[in-house]
């Protein structure tokens, strides 16, 4: 039987390509934005960093900048969810990049999706400055997600002898992370929260657990 280790280590070739290509998206946001990817890298202990970038960008949304940022949460992602499949042995009817351009897919719809139901819902119940607001931070919070997880991503896939326990580290690494990320978001927006509290738990349905419904619907 042919171990996940061996299996990723097989794979190495479009594996390392997937960690070039971040590798030249993080080199060319180092030389147009220097300043701000070291910021984005501290923004969970830097609050008032995060506001002044809003203050900055909130005309312009979706800059280069965040453009370049999803292009990394994009690849990460999936080799974060590539590695799981074969880390705990889920049987997927297929594997290498096949497997990987899948899951890239299903996460580039699941914010697709997510995106277009909450700016639609925004504008119907008259939120979009709080929306705005809030998808800022969640968009910022989980690029210095990204950037923390990125080097366990490395040492997994590279490792010789112990690909399971640094990817279980990195996947306890990443929920805590994602926890601390919610946590963090409700703590900045606590009155906005308390105060609207049913458009609150409108946001989470709608926006967190509706895409993952709709995207399960589609492919199961």
Request: hydrophobic letters at 60%; charged letters at 15%; one cysteine or more.
């Amino acid at each position: 039987m042919i171990t996940a280790e061996n299996i990723i280590r097989q794979d190495n070739d479009w594996i390392t390509m997937a960690f070039l290509i971040i590798l030249v998206v993080l080199a060319v946001q180092k030389r147009l934005f220097g300043n701000r990817l070291l910021h984005t890298s501290i923004f969970f202990f830097k609050k008032n960093k995060l506001v002044s970038y809003f203050n900055k960008e909130k005309r312009t949304f979706f800059n280069l900048y965040q453009v370049l940022s999803f292009v990394v949460e994009l690849i990460s992602l999936s080799l974060l969810f590539y590695f799981i499949t074969f880390i705990f042995n889920v049987d997927v009817g297929t594997n290498g990049i096949d497997l990987f351009l899948k899951i890239a897919f299903g996460i580039g719809f699941y914010f697709l999706i997510r995106f277009l139901i909450g700016n639609i819902f925004s504008v119907i119940f008259n939120l979009e400055k709080l929306y705005k607001k809030i998808s800022f931070e969640k968009m910022n919070y989980f690029n210095n997600l990204i950037l923390w997880v990125l080097p366990l991503l490395v040492l997994t896939a590279y490792s010789k002898y112990f690909e399971n326990i640094l990817f279980k580290i990195t996947l306890i690494v990443f929920v805590i992370l994602v926890l601390i990320r919610y946590v963090v978001l409700i703590i900045n927006n606590k009155k906005l929260v308390f105060n609207n509290l049913f458009y609150f738990i409108l946001y989470l349905c709608v926006l967190e657990i509706a895409p993952l419904v709709i995207i399960l619907k589609l492919t199961i």
